[in-house]
């Protein structure tokens, strides 16, 4: 449903683009990525969307991160992409200028909710991927206040995928096993 082309102009951009960069794990970042699309795809076949939406909705989730952690720009994303991959992962960035981190979550809300929701979407399997367990530096309510935030995500986004909502419900409730570890 989804062309090869299309996939590996978005992922060679994010290998690119994300470069040397780890996730907490230790491994190149693209495995985040790539787990991210995995479940987008999922999502795509089990809600049986269209594939114009499937087709935004995985490139967007390969490029998520790129304005947030990466060199590249709303304009790079612009002329790569488009305005409608630019604008969405704009709304997935959260604006690092605010200093409380639950209002820069608040405000990406915001935005994302003025997004289709095939981009929303990403940011369902964005939190789905990152329910793993914490790294070992988390203390307890770091680990706790990853799970509120993640229910308060998935409050906010429900209404865009029923079978993301249902996998992210499910990671939060079982997250229970690290908070008091
Ligand atoms: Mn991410």
Same mark, same amino acid.
């Given at each position: 449903m989804f062309t090869q082309e299309k996939y590996l102009k978005a992922l060679n951009f994010a290998a690119k683009a994300h470069g040397e960069q780890k996730t907490p794990y230790g491994v190149p970042y693209l495995t985040h990525l790539a787990s991210v699309a995995m479940e987008i795809i999922h999502a795509c076949e089990q809600s049986q969307l269209k594939i114009e939406k499937a087709d935004l909705a995985i490139t967007v989730a390969l490029l998520h991160d790129t304005i947030e952690d990466t060199d590249v720009t709303y304009d790079d994303l612009y002329s790569e992409f488009g305005a409608e991959v630019a604008e969405a992962v704009e709304a997935l960035t959260k604006d690092k200028t605010i200093e409380s981190k639950k209002d820069q979550m608040a405000l990406s809300i915001n935005n994302l909710l003025t997004q289709p929701y095939e981009v929303q979407m990403v940011k369902l399997a964005d939190r789905i991927t990152n329910m793993q367990? #914490? #790294?070992? &530096?988390?203390? &307890?309510?770091?680990?706790?206040?990853?799970?509120?935030?993640?229910?308060?995500?998935? &409050?906010?986004l429900k209404n865009s995928n029923l079978y993301l909502s249902k996998r992210l419900e499910d990671k939060i409730n079982e997250y229970v096993v690290y908070i008091n570890r």
């Open positions: 367990k #914490p #790294p070992e &530096s988390w203390d &307890s309510l770091k680990v706790l206040n990853y799970q509120k935030e993640a229910k308060f995500i998935l &409050s906010c």
